[in-house]
């Protein structure tokens, strides 16, 4: 990959602004057999990053890629991802050690809004636990009412329960095997509380899924019955990360019909309503 | 020592050799956040149709060694809506906008010309190169007959400069670069993406829902390298050489081939501010062998006998 370092005679050369800069790998946390809690030093993105935001991360291999802010913090300027191998380029990822420098692109993407939300609902599955987090982690410091609902495989497939209570949101861990709160997948999850809540919120609520298709498709439908907002953050194979080249489509409603928006700099996260699913 | 980075291609004057290629730039807009883009010679804008075009279905991208298949399938928002909402801000960059059309047939090519040669555009890149869409482009642009109707129509309808961006998915380039220069073009750009495919034999599916898509990126530059180099020997029009390259060096081996000037493609996608970079390295290369102006090693390859 074609480096470009972090450089300070940038702005003789016309840069404006890089989004591209190194930063060093300051620890790897193994989750769970698949899953790593990867932290870099990153000062510039943990100041910007927003919830739902993502980088582009060099992966030993020709393409970038992309993973969602799981949590900074600003004072120390780390950036936290949650990773879970899927292939060889998160491989090589969940392999890092500490002292190792990457070429990381970001923050990235249009992330949840949460302006004018006093309560919000995150509903995840898979890897969509991971940047949830850091939506929860927002609400606390903004004040807003957190319900974090995380849907996994099995209780040995469960990872960030430990972040998620401590993170002072009310919590509710779904699993397909029964072994945690509630039995069955982060939706029906969902349902289930969506059921117990007062129904007197519809308004400032916000319901935000990260997660596999499907069951952001089913989260999204909820919301509509249950009449709340809701936001849904897309995953597509990525290139550039900035808008640039048109890989990253995803189908989206417009005014006049459908359009292929870009998942990277129109989303990841969009509103439910405007998703063709 | 100064270093004079201008050169002259295809009808066009620019500041620089390096130009962005069609489809890894969009219209200059995103880019124009991260770099003053007027140290570029300048933009090729994304493939545009005679009508918008949504594009192929995702998965579009696959990785590959050194490289990456895309199967975007001309994705724009149309020629009228491109000039009338991306052309006045490329005109603005400081850098030559370069309008790279795509048809299906003669007439669209003949049709999108004549809308842009009363525009203030420097040159015309006539795509008869891109394998993601059924009918038209790269077929047209891969039999020597048909390619020589488009650009003799298009020669017909404007005095804009006009670059044929051929395609290396054929038997022959040198056939199709000698059809184009005696069909009237200006230049000949060499190369639009090679056709592959991908598979996840776990699925026994393609990874591209378009099953097949175009290969980019360091993988193709010795190809590249090869058709700027057979086609210099063949043809005296200027010779445009894309394909792979990601840093100062490739520049100077294209220009050394046979090339004018270049573009930069698939390493905008890894490095927004690649070619600031190149930029930057090239003086330094340059300025270490003593050469001030990149211009007089177009063509200086001496092969072996
Ligand atoms: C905005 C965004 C945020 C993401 N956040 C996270 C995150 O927080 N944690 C995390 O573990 N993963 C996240 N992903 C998914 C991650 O990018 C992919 O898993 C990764 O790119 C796969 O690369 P690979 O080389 O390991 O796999 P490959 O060998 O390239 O492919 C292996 C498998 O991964 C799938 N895949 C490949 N690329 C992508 C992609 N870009 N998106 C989705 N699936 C893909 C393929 O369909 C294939 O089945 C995110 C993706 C996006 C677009
Ligand atoms: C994502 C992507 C989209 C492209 N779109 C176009 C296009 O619209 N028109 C065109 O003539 N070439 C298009 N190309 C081809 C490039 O302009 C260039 O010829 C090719 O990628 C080889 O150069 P590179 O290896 O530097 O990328 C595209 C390439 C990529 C990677
Ligand atoms: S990844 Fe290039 S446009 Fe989204």
């Known amino acids: 990959m074609d480096k470009i370092p972090a450089d300070p005679a940038g702005q003789r050369h016309g840069i404006k602004y890089d989004p591209v800069t190194t930063c060093e790998v300051a620890a790897l946390v193994r989750l769970n057999s698949d899953t790593s809690q990867l932290t870099l030093k990153a000062p510039r993105i943990a100041a910007a990053a927003e919830p739902g935001q993502f980088v582009n991360l060099e992966a030993g291999h020709f393409l970038r890629r992309p993973i ?21 380029g998160t491989e090589w990822l969940s392999r890092l050690r500490p002292g190792t420098v990457l070429s990381v692109m970001g923050p990235l993407g249009k992330g949840f809004q949460l302006e004018g939300y006093r309560r919000v ?3 995840g599955g898979g890897t969509g636990v991971f940047p949830l987090y850091y939506v929860q982690q927002m609400c606390r ?18 990872v960030l329960t430990d972040h998620y209570r401590a993170a002072g949101c009310q919590v509710l861990f779904a699993s397909d095997e029964g072994d945690l709160d509630v039995e069955g997948h982060a939706a029906a999850a969902l349902e289930q509380l969506l059921q117990s809540l007062e129904m007197d919120r519809q308004e400032d609520t916000l319901i935000a899924a990260c997660g596999p ?3 952001m498709q089913a989260v999204a439908k909820i919301a509509d019955v249950y009449q709340y907002d809701c936001q849904v953050s897309l995953e597509e194979r990525m290139a550039c990360g900035v808008g640039v080249c048109l890989v990253c489509v995803c189908k989206t409603k417009t005014k006049t019909g459908e359009a292929n928006s870009r998942c990277c700099v129109d989303g990841p996260v969009f509103p439910a309503k405007e998703v063709v699913w | 020592m100064k270093i004079d980075l201008s050169v002259e291609a295809g009808g066009v004057r620019m500041a620089s050799p390096l130009l962005m290629a069609s489809g890894t730039f969009g219209f200059g807009r995103e880019m124009d956040a991260f770099y003053d883009l007027s140290i570029l010679g300048g933009i090729c804008s994304k493939g545009l149709t005679v009508a918008p075009r949504l594009g192929n279905d995702p998965p579009r991208a696959a990785e590959t060694a050194s490289g990456m298949l895309n199967s975007v399938g001309l994705q724009n928002p149309g020629i009228d809506a491109f000039l009338e909402h991306e052309l ?41 190169s891109c394998p993601n869409v059924r009918t038209g482009c790269m077929l047209i642009g891969s039999d020597p007959l048909q390619l020589t109707e488009v650009i003799q129509a298009v020669r017909a309808v404007t005095d804009k400069p006009i670059w044929a961006k051929l395609t290396p998915n054929v038997t022959s380039i040198s056939q199709m670069a000698v059809a184009a220069a005696d069909a009237g073009a200006d230049a000949v750009v060499l190369i639009n993406t090679l056709m592959g495919m991908a598979v996840d034999w776990k699925t026994r599916r393609p990874i591209l829902k378009n099953n097949t898509g175009g290969l980019s990126g360091p993988a193709i530059k010795p190809v590249a390298l090869r058709m700027v180099s057979e086609v210099y020997q063949q043809v005296d029009i200027p010779i445009i050489g894309v394909g792979g390259i990601l840093c100062a060096e490739d520049v100077l081996d294209f220009m050394v081939a046979g090339a004018s000037a270049v573009q930069i493609g698939t390493a905008n996608l890894i490095s927004p501010c690649a070619a600031v970079k190149i930029t930057h390295d090239l003086r330094q290369l340059l300025g270490k062998e003593n050469l001030t102006r990149i211009s007089t090693l177009t063509g200086t390859l001496q092969l072996w006998s």
């Open chain 1, 68 to 88: 969602g802010v799981m949590a900074v913090d600003r004072q120390q300027g780390l950036v936290q991802l949650g990773i879970r191998v899927q292939g060889r």
């Open chain 1, 121 to 123: 609902i995150t509903v």
């Open chain 1, 141 to 158: 410091e903004q004040g807003i009412d957190g319900i974090a609902v995380c849907g996994y495989r099995s209780k040995a497939d469960s």
């Open chain 1, 213 to 215: 298709n499907i069951m």
């Open chain 2, 88 to 128: 006045p801000f490329m005109r603005q960059t400081g850098c030559k906008t370069i309008v790279n059309i795509a048809g299906y047939s003669v007439e669209d090519y003949v049709a999108m010309a004549e809308k842009l040669t009363d525009e203030a555009i420097d040159a015309i890149e006539l795509n008869l």
